[in-house]
């Protein structure tokens, strides 16, 4: 819809600005209304305002929004959107059970291949569908296929930093729905604020060293989030990493949706678009899913450790504790009543969990660095200065990268 709306780099850049500030505004809202309704209402309450809110957003789409077409005219592409759906699907699986399972165990090993036959069918289909759901062509235009994997890693990583901090926060330190609320406010409240800016360094800098810089910003902030004590409860702790890593948010963003949409010939936008969006996508739920089951992983292995060599828990309390883990885990041993058999161990737990969600931070930071050394080292040079004419004779407008 951007691309299809505006006709000047200067124009182009303000909206997807724009656009990224209302993403990352639905992003500390939701937290915030749900941190609310949980605080003084009922849980089921927070869908019931999302209920509101997607009616409205409904209608006002219904009344305003202006159909775009390609030229040629789309059709549905069945054979593409089932098999990049299960795909897609097996390969999330994958991530989430190997870290638990056994990267080695069966359920993992079968739904890796799945997903490997399954894209391999999608490519196939999409060489011979009249109507591709995603020409494959497009992954030919370096920038945009650059894009492409930063949109997935780099996504996973901001995704995985929030919710590593909503468990932080939540079941393991057990503050307050309001108190989570304010990290979200971190994260995503900063994008708005910086909006002018943000537009003003899409339209001037190249998109290559915006995006380097955000990823950079994310990678530091989860470094310095990994160093945190467990067992401090203070928000102002978090300001600065989830400050950082919410500026570099605002800066990937952009970046990476500008890139999509302004390296492609104007017809194809939204087909690279909506290719970003569900790369980002899948990024964005590969973060909850990898680092939830890498940090409880880690957590369950060092709260064992811990308890096979405490001396100071009787027989009764380590009994107790083992069948809490077995249970649920090291989150629920962390949860139980300090009077309880198990609630001696609640220190273990508490320590396990800092040391597995540290190691989530720096997976994600990791993630980050990596995104942006992709970056700095692949786009290299300059792209085409310009795409080619629309159908209306306007001329499509392409960020350099050098």
Not at 25 to 31: E, K, Q, R, T
Not at 79 to 101: D, E, K, M, N, S
Not at 239 to 254: D, W
Not at 350 to 364: K, R, S
Request: with cysteine.
């Amino acid at each position: 819809m951007i691309a299809a709306g505006t006709h000047t780099g200067a124009q182009r850049a303000r909206a997807i600005a724009l656009w990224a500030s209302s993403l990352s505004a639905g992003g500390f809202l939701a937290p915030l209304l749900g941190g609310i309704t949980g605080t003084y209402g009922s849980w089921r309450s927070a869908f019931a305002v999302v209920a509101v809110l997607a009616a409205v957003s409904a209608l006002v789409s219904l009344w305003l929004a202006v159909n775009s077409r390609a030229p040629e005219g789309r059709s549905l592409d069945i054979g593409g959107q089932i098999t990049i759906g299960v795909g897609l699907f097996a390969l999330l699986y994958a991530g989430i059970q190997g870290p638990a399972g056994g990267w080695g165990s069966t359920p993992v090993v079968v739904a890796f291949v799945t997903a490997a036959v399954f894209l391999g069918l999608f490519m196939a289909a999409e060489s011979r569908a009249r109507s591709p759901l995603l020409r494959l062509g497009l992954f030919g235009n370096r920038s945009f296929a650059i894009a492409s994997v930063v949109a997935v890693v780099g996504m996973f990583s901001f995704l995985g930093t929030a919710y590593a901090v909503s468990i932080r926060l939540g079941p393991v330190q057990h503050q307050s729905p309001m108190r989570t609320a304010f990290a979200f406010l971190l994260l995503n409240g900063i994008t708005p604020v910086l909006t002018p800016l943000t537009s003003r360094l899409l339209h001037r800098l190249p998109a290559r060293a915006l995006l380097t810089s955000g990823l950079a910003l994310i990678a530091v902030g989860d470094f310095l989030a990994a160093g945190l004590d467990i067992g401090d409860p203070n928000l102002t702790s978090l300001i600065v990493p989830l400050g950082l890593v919410g500026i570099g948010f605002a800066l990937t963003v952009s970046s990476i949706t500008a890139i999509a949409v302004n390296t492609v010939p104007p017809q194809l936008a939204g087909m690279a678009s909506a290719a970003t969006n569900l790369l980002r996508d899948f990024g964005f739920t590969l973060g909850p899913a990898v680092i939830g089951a890498v940090a409880l992983s880690q957590a369950a292995s060092r709260v064992n450790s811990s308890l096979a060599t405490s001396s100071s828990l009787n027989a009764e309390s380590k009994a107790a504790a083992h069948d809490v883990l077995t249970e649920g885990g090291p989150l629920a041993l962390n949860s139980v009543p300090a009077t309880s058999p198990p609630g001696a161990a609640r220190a273990y737990a508490l320590d396990a969990l800092g040391h597995g969600y540290a190691i989530g931070f720096m997976v994600c930071g990791s993630a980050a660095l990596l995104s942006a050394l992709l970056v700095l080292t692949a786009l290299r040079g300059r792209t085409a200065e310009s795409a080619p004419r629309a159908e209306d004779g306007t001329q499509g407008t392409v960020l350099t990268t050098g």
